[in-house]
């Protein structure tokens, strides 16, 4: 089974955080939700989320991939933490993945790990993720081992993405017909 490092700081968006753990977790994946300080995480629209366990205390070479939700103030608070730098770049050198949404790409492209991949963000980030990688419009960008999607909408396609990257693709699907993600009847 696939272990999953969800990293949250101040300031995180709660859609994109809730949505990529609960897909996660319904595709039977064991996800690890960590903060950068001690204590209760609060998003930037005010909920708080109690961790498993902060980030310096975890072994990350248990761990096939690390996620990073947005919220800029969130992103701008993993940026400056030191633990998370070197994560980062362990996983980026190890070629494990790496998956960041909407504020979030903008931390991978500050620290040159986006150099050369073909990625996107949240619009508003697009000038600062755009000057290192080749900036896409789309919902969900996957560049072989680096993942990064739009914003709040489209937290839940990003999550399946992961879901079929870790797991396999019937199980991603599985999940969206089983949360009515497809809109049919």
């Known amino acids: 089974m696939s272990k999953v490092i969800v990293v ?3 300031g995180f968006e709660e859609i994109e955080a809730v949505s990529v753990i609960d897909i996660l977790r319904r595709a039977e994946l064991d ?8 204590g209760l995480v609060k998003g930037q ?21 690390i ?3 947005g919220g ?10 030191d633990v998370a730098d070197k994560i980062l770049r362990k996983f980026k050198a190890e070629e494990k993945y790496i998956a960041a949404i909407c504020a979030a790409p903008f931390v991978l492209a500050e620290k040159g790990l986006l150099a050369g ?32 999607s739009r914003g709040p909408a489209t937290a839940a396609e990003f999550a399946f993405t992961l879901v079929e990257l870790l797991v396999e693709e019937d199980t991603a699907e599985n999940l969206r017909e089983a949360m009515l993600f497809s809109g049919d009847d």
Do not use: H, W
């Open 8 to 10: 949250l700081a101040d």
């Open 31 to 38: 996800v690890c939700v960590v903060c950068i300080k001690e």
């Open 45 to 65: 629209q005010g909920l708080a989320v109690m961790p498993d366990a902060e980030l310096k205390d975890i072994n990350e070479d248990e761990y096939d991939m």
């Open 67 to 69: 996620v990073l939700p």
């Open 72 to 81: 800029s103030g969130g992103a701008r608070n993993i940026l400056n933490d």
């Open 117 to 148: 991949c073909l990625a996107t963000s949240y619009p508003t980030f697009r000038s600062k993720v755009e000057t290192d990688c080749d900036y896409q419009n789309a919902v969900v960008v996957v560049d072989e081992t680096i993942i990064t």
